[in-house]
């Protein structure tokens, strides 16, 4: 029997600064860099049996980067969807993004909503982008949204359910993730899809996510197929969890 494969992967992309240092090169470099392994990877994944990718592109915490490493960021966020939106309409890649967009500058913003609009119909392949995105954030965001509902007496306080939190996150309708990568070795969530990586496997690796490939996220998907998932009850063996 093939191994089962996961719904929702989400990918934390770390190590482009360390990727550029070994090369004695700036961060931003490293960032380049790690934005065309983004690109190599999503065609890869078109196709592969994966239906969701997130990844988690900049948190509310990068703010206080050096501001020279935030405007790189930035800048090339907005050229990557100027320059691949055809790319991903031609590989049927729909994108969405999480997280707040307005403080993103002007450039970077238009060609995120842009991509997003013309994307929203695809379906071989669903790419969330976490941009200015922290899960801390989403889950206040979601209680301001529905306190805001009951406030007009559209929801019942008494009643507020999982199912009213999942519909005010920026993932509503996404379903829940079932592996978290991490790369350049950290064993860190750092705010990344609290509410939605609550029974998720976690995978670290050594290789820089510049350096990431399709082979590298094979490795990952092998070892969630060996891994027993009992979502907080009994395993095969009758143990507890
Ligand atoms: C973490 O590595 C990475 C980031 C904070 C940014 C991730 C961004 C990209 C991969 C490229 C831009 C994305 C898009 C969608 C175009 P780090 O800088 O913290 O690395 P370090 O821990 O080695 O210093």
Excluded at 178 to 200: N, P, W
Aim: net charge neutral; aromatic share 10%.
């Amino acid at each position: 029997m093939a191994p089962i494969k996961p719904t929702h992967v989400a990918l934390i992309m770390d190590g482009n600064g360390r990727w550029a240092k070994k090369r004695l090169m700036p961060r931003s470099f490293g960032h380049r860099e790690g934005s065309m392994a983004l690109r190599r990877l999503v065609i890869d994944l078109v196709g592969a049996g994966v239906p969701y990718i997130t990844v988690y592109a900049f948190s509310t915490e990068n703010w206080s980067r050096p501001q020279a490493e935030v405007d790189a960021l930035m800048g090339m966020i907005g050229e990557f969807f100027s320059s691949y939106i055809d790319e991903l309409i031609e590989n049927g890649v729909r994108v969405r993004f999480l997280g707040d967009l307005e403080k993103l500058p002007e450039g970077a913003k238009s060609a995120c909503l842009l991509t997003q609009e013309k994307t929203k119909e695809l379906e071989r392949l669903n790419l969330n982008i976490a941009i200015n995105y922290g899960g801390r954030d989403e889950i206040a965001r979601a209680a301001r949204l529905i306190a805001q509902k009951a406030a007009k007496g559209e929801i019942d306080p008494g009643s507020i359910s999982q199912k009213d939190i999942e519909e005010h996150l920026y993932t509503k309708g996404i379903p829940d993730v079932d592996l978290v990568i991490r790369t350049a070795g950290e064993f860190r969530l750092s705010g990344f899809m609290l509410y939605q990586c609550a029974y998720a496997e976690f995978y670290a690796t050594d290789v820089l996510w510049p350096d990431f490939t399709i082979e590298d996220f094979n490795k990952a998907l092998a070892a969630f197929g060996s891994r027993e998932r009992r979502f907080g009850g009994l395993g095969a063996d009758g143990k507890q969890q």
